[in-house]
Each structure stands twice: as structure tokens, then as C-alpha cells.
């Protein structure tokens, strides 16, 4: 499992279900691909969904997992620090 100190350019994927979350979340754990489940940060979806967090050298890993499993998914955002303040950026497949 991950930590946060672990994490440098971190990258979340918005899923529309918790199952969907935890599905992939496995997969990719299955396959050694660090990563981390977690709660949608409020100012991406008021919604009660789920994200996996992951770092920049998993992005084509973590898109081709969810393209094979054919599951529709809210967005990724790439997380950006400006000190403790964090913010997100949605990035086009």
C-alpha cells in the first residue's frame, strides 16, 4: 500500500462506483502497481465515490487496466501542491 510521502506527481482516477474503484484498485495491486484506494476529495465530486490514487510512472498502466475492464470512469486529475493547499487538473485521455 502506498503512503503519501511515497507519492511525487500523483495522479487520482474518479470512478462512478465504489465497486468500480475497488475492482481496479485489486487488479493493479494484483500486478504490483502501487496504489492507493481512497475517498473522492469533495471539491472533484460531492457524490460518495471512490478514487485510486497513483503516481505518474503508473498512468499508462492504470488507463489500459481500466480500458480492458471496460469501465466507465468520472475523470483523472493530476494532484498539484502549492504548499499544504492541493488542487486538481483534469487531464484528456
Not at 510521502?5 to 482516477?13: A, G, P, S, T, W
Not at 487488479?27 to 457524490?47: E, F, G, R, V
Amino acid at each position: 500500500m502506498l503512503k503519501t510521502k511515497d507519492l511525487q506527481n500523483e495522479y487520482l482516477v474518479v470512478f462512478k462506483s465504489q465497486n468500480h474503484a475497488i475492482y481496479i484498485y485489486s487488479k493493479l495491486n494484483d500486478k504490483k502497481i502501487k496504489t492507493k484506494i481512497i475517498q473522492t476529495p469533495c471539491s472533484i465530486s460531492t457524490s460518495c465515490t471512490h478514487s485510486v490514487r497513483f503516481n505518474e510512472e503508473n498512468v499508462d498502466a492504470v488507463i489500459t487496466e481500466i480500458k480492458n475492464s471496460s469501465i466507465k470512469i468520472k475523470g483523472i486529475y493530476k494532484i498539484e501542491r502549492n504548499g499544504a493547499k492541493k488542487t486538481y487538473k483534469k487531464i484528456q485521455l
